[in-house]
């Protein structure tokens, strides 16, 4: 009778939203991809490239993992980075775990009152070391008992989300983690967002890569036009910038900053959406979007 009663709680189904949380650069989006098998989250080595919440979903035949990606953690300067942090918040909220990232060479104390909250929580933790395939054993280990002082609460997983180093471990701990509850979306589903929504995460990861300074943190790329014919999708992306001098930048000599961003964008879309992209790019000033909270609700910034 006691093994019966075994694998019927062994097949009882578990599902919950595994929220990523952590400082920039740390490896967040990196790591949300490999978990998830797909490229769901732009990676670049800027700081701010995840500006949105963005789920993927993994499915077993006895469990669902909703992972969330957040916008790294920082102290707003405009209305956008504090719409960014509402995300943040929103996630650590709702988690049934939480993953606090951070790296072999990130200091302990930056957002400090962040690190100190996870003690405070009712959900699991783990803190998710990364990067440890630019460390050496010793150093981990020191690392991973200093973070045990910092919250007593975690378990410490190290990784290397790149190498793709440990993430069985991790993943094996978060389905054990996870809550007994049915599915929360579609078996079928792996993640929350739209095409529109990869296709313009595509351009804004070749604008990050393409331009330098400001101009990155100046731009808002809308999916005005998203069409599906039997050989290809027709997509109308136009990009925002908030000065006349940006349009000028992302335009380039008779247009060849731009050409190249759109050439390298539908490339990536193609192979995400599997199948022919007919890409045509616009941009458009809109002064002081980041700032506009009607701007923001527009672009999504901004949840009812």
């Known amino acids: 009778m006691e093994n019966s009663g075994e694998t019927t709680a062994k097949r009882q189904h578990r599902a919950g939203f595994v929220n990523i949380i952590g400082n920039p650069n740390v490896g967040k989006s990196t790591l949300m991809n490999a978990l998830v098998g797909e490229k769901l989250s732009i990676v670049t080595a800027k700081a701010q490239t995840t500006r949105h919440r963005i789920m993927g979903i ?3 035949e006895d469990f669902q993992i909703v992972y969330s990606d957040t916008p790294g953690i920082l102290k707003p300067n405009y209305r956008l980075q504090q719409s960014m942090m509402d995300f943040v ?24 009152e962040y690190v100190e909250s996870l003690n405070r929580l009712d959900c699991p933790v783990i803190i998710v070391l990364n990067k440890i395939d630019i460390s050496d054993q010793n150093q981990v280990l020191k690392m991973m008992e200093e973070w045990k002082t910092l919250v007593p609460k975690a378990e410490i997983i190290p990784v290397s989300a790149l190498e793709k180093f440990n993430l069985d471990n991790l993943f094996d701990r978060i389905v054990d983690l996870l809550p007994v509850s049915p599915p929360w979306y579609d078996k079928e589903q792996f993640t929350d967002k739209s095409m529109r929504f990869f296709a313009s995460e595509i351009i804004r990861e070749k604008i990050l890569l393409n331009y330098t300074k400001e101009i990155p943190y100046c731009t808002e790329v809308v999916i005005e036009s998203f069409k599906e014919g039997e050989d290809r999708y027709d997509i109308n992306a136009v990009i925002n910038v908030m000065r006349d001098s940006q349009k000028g930048i992302i335009i380039g000599h008779q247009g060849s900053a731009l050409k190249k961003v759109a050439t390298e964008a539908r490339k990536d879309m193609e192979a995400f959406f599997e199948k022919k992209v007919y890409l045509q790019t616009f941009v458009k000033v809109e002064p002081n979007w980041r700032e506009d909270s009607r701007k923001l609700k527009k672009f999504g910034y901004i949840l009812d």
């Open 58 to 60: 993994v499915n077993g």
């Open 89 to 112: 918040q929103v996630a650590i909220g709702d988690a049934d775990i939480i993953l606090y990232v951070t790296d072999v060479v990130e200091k302990k104390d930056k957002n400090i």
